[in-house]
């Protein structure tokens, strides 16, 4: 089993920069590819990122790409989400997941966090 704790969400202006960060408790964190969904309101969740188990592969989803950064940190059990240049419709709850790094292409990685709410004012 592992835990997932996100935080760092919060109110921003669009434009704006938020650092999520998401915190893993359990097996062994190197052991999974980690990453982020995200969910707007009346919307269905969305894949966002995933880095792979050693940090030297990350993936985004087209919409983020050049704004968002994935990264992470195995000695802290932690990874890390960047987000620059915030827009209104990102606007959602941000969940931290882990699993092997193909199911997050398919929405499905094994262990979820709670999620944490972002909101970008206009």
Not at 28 to 44: L, T, V
Not at 66 to 73: A, E, K, L, N, V
Not at 90 to 116: H, K, M, N, S
Request: one cysteine or more.
């Amino acid at each position: 089993q592992v835990y997932l704790v996100e935080s760092g969400g919060g109110l921003v202006q669009a434009g704006g920069s938020l650092r999520l960060s998401c915190a893993a408790s359990g097996r062994s964190f190197s052991d999974y590819a980690m990453g982020w969904f995200r969910q707007a309101p009346g919307k269905e969740r969305e894949f966002v990122s995933v880095i792979n188990w050693s940090g030297n592969s990350s993936y985004y989803t087209e919409s983020v790409h050049g704004r968002f950064t994935i990264s992470r940190d195995n000695a802290k059990n932690t990874v890390y989400l960047q987000m620059n240049s915030l827009k209104p419709e990102e606007t959602g709850v941000y969940y931290c997941a882990a699993g092997a790094i193909g199911l997050f292409f398919v929405g499905a990685p094994r262990y979820w966090g709670q999620g944490t709410q972002i909101t970008v004012s206009s």
